[in-house]
């Protein structure tokens, strides 16, 4: 889809994009291109712009609290150094906002059994030990469905992991106007686009990056000077061909792929010009060139991250602010939604 073109289903409701991200530490490169980057680019836009560390989430599996709260301050000084905001974006952690729950507990009533079972993403994540996984990690996507719907969220940027909660989203939006006879809430777009939205790890081009495979020279964390970045892309796997031309070339060749994808997204270009201006050269050529790009792009952000983790009340302030300010949209919608389903109050 476009960015900010309206359908006839979010038609009547202010453009307002919502978007979270689990504290649960080690923020990669793929957390960076495949969302951060993505929501700064949409705070630039025609959009009411709402950023949440989702800690309600991240405690569907074990979190140590003390990792926990620096993991949210973390992420917080993520956002703020790869240019949200806090002024122009509401950003905030789920926590200090209570209708994200109370609205969830709603959405577990309307969400049915059989859909939930669906969800892949609880398949992956609680593997054959499902029986042990907490009644959270099941019931997640309906909170998921509140943390958007609670702001009347028109678009959500996600990765291509999240489109099956996206469409849950839009079924509990569906049945709830259904079941009440209103056109309540508005059935979300997701917005899932650019050339590096799933970065792969670096040495395994089949595989995501992420912050929990074993081999540390896999991911480029956010937190990597510059150095770590250089040597990191040096040693990514590749084959031994020259880049091809075309997008076509790139069949088969996941390492190369990632690769070009990462330069494309760092350089906010399209696959087919890096193409186009690589094509034929050797990865001994363009491996420079995307360390230097990475480095440019990535190098300021951690040394931002760094400084502003010298100042945690600051980020506490920031983040009590933007739950204030939260809060004003969502506290009414939910006041609305009680009144909608009959409770007195
Ligand atoms: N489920 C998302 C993830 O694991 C995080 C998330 C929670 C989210 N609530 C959200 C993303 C609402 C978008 C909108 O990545």
Redesign the pocket.
């Known amino acids: 889809m476009t960015e900010g073109v309206q359908t006839s289903q979010t038609a009547d409701f202010t453009p307002r994009v919502?978007?979270?991200?689990?504290p649960s530490g080690g923020l990669t490169l793929g957390n960076y291109l495949g969302?951060i980057k993505r929501f700064v680019d949409m705070q630039d836009q025609a959009f009411e712009t709402i950023y949440?560390m989702?800690d309600l989430?991240a405690i569907t599996v074990w979190q140590d609290p003390e990792a926990l709260r620096r993991n949210t301050r973390e992420l917080c000084a993520g956002f703020i150094a790869s240019g949200i905001d806090p002024e122009q974006s509401i950003l905030f952690n789920?926590s200090q906002v209570p209708e994200h729950a109370q609205l969830g507990w709603v959405f577990n009533c309307v969400a049915r059994m059989g859909w939930m079972k669906r969800m892949t993403?609880f398949k992956d994540k609680a593997g054959k030990n499902a029986e042990n996984a907490s009644l959270g990690l099941f019931g997640?996507?309906a909170?998921?469905?509140a943390?958007?719907l609670i702001y009347h969220?028109t678009h959500?940027?996600?990765?291509e992991?999240?489109k099956q909660?996206?469409e849950l989203?839009r079924d509990i939006a569906t049945k709830f106007n259904h079941d009440f006879g209103v056109d309540f809430f508005p059935i979300t777009e997701p917005v899932i686009e650019g050339a590096a939205t799933r970065v792969m790890s670096l040495r395994d081009g089949s595989k995501k990056m992420s912050k929990s495979d074993p081999s540390a020279a896999s991911r480029i964390n956010m937190t990597d000077d510059a150095d770590a970045i250089a040597t990191k892309i040096r040693k990514a796997k590749t084959d031994p061909d020259a880049l091809p031309s075309e997008t076509d070339g790139l069949e088969g060749r996941p390492e190369a792929r990632n690769l070009v994808n990462i330069y494309a997204a760092l350089a906010d270009t399209s696959v087919d010009a890096v193409l186009t201006e690589f094509g034929g050269q050797q990865f001994s050529a363009f491996k420079p060139r995307l360390s230097e790009l990475a480095v440019d792009k990535l190098a300021p952000i951690s040394a931002e991250m760094a400084r502003l983790m010298q100042d945690q009340a600051e980020i506490d302030r920031i983040l009590a602010r933007g739950a204030e300010r939260a809060r004003t949209v969502a506290a009414p919608i939910l006041k609305q939604t009680y009144e909608l389903i009959g409770m007195v109050g």
Request: with cysteine; proline share 7%; net charge negative.
């Open positions: 919502f978007s979270g991200i689990q969302a949440c989702v989430h789920q993403q997640y996507p909170l998921m469905a943390d958007i969220a959500v940027p996600v990765g992991d999240q909660h996206l989203t």
